[in-house]
């Protein structure tokens, strides 16, 4: 079994732990259409994409566990931190790479590491792109325009 599944394999023995079906069905769409879109943005990008799959899996990972969005990017790199660690499958540079990410990723207006910056981008594409009838928020408008334009999609589309 490759490592992403190992990660996905973690990841849904958390989720499938969550009483409430709706937060469930909310935690998997988002976790793993921020990891699908990771995984496009990486190869895009030219990045490590195992790693950038495995970041958007696991970034938002402790609020659903826990249920608490307080400080969760920072709570969910230590969290993070002890699953990467427990799987003994990751070199210590590896888990800060993605612990990192997983840190820095709500800070949407500074700009990061490449691995990092992939998370943020593929967060706010899988908010806006989950219903693109939605408004976009204004802290996310200025990525969303920038991936459009790197994907070249006219700015009108959604």
Same mark, same amino acid.
């Given at each position: 079994m490759n490592r992403i599944e190992k990660v996905r394999e973690k990841v849904d023995a958390i989720l499938l732990n969550m009483t409430d079906n709706e937060e469930r069905r909310c935690a998997y769409i988002h976790l793993y259409g921020v990891a699908q879109a990771s995984a496009l943005l990486a190869k895009k990008r030219k990045e490590n994409i195992e790693l950038a799959v495995i970041i958007g899996m696991m970034h938002d990972l402790y609020s659903y566990a826990t249920m608490d969005s307080t400080d969760h990017a920072h709570k969910g790199a230590k969290m993070? *931190?002890?699953?990467?660690? @427990?799987?003994?499958?990751? %070199?210590? #540079? /590896? =888990?800060?790479?993605?612990?990192?990410a997983?840190? *820095?990723?709500?800070?949407? @207006?500074?700009?990061?590491? %490449?691995? #990092? /910056? =992939?998370?943020?981008?593929?967060?706010?594409?899988?908010?806006?792109?989950?219903?693109?009838l939605f408004e976009i928020k204004e802290h996310e408008q200025e990525r969303f325009e920038y991936f459009m334009n790197e994907f070249g999609v006219e700015k009108d589309c959604c």
């Open positions: 993070a *931190n002890e699953i990467l660690e @427990s799987l003994k499958i990751f %070199t210590n #540079d /590896e =888990i800060s790479i993605i612990c990192t997983i840190y *820095n990723h709500s800070d949407k @207006s500074i700009v990061h590491g %490449t691995l #990092d /910056e =992939i998370l943020k981008d593929a967060d706010v594409m899988q908010h806006v792109l989950y219903n693109p």
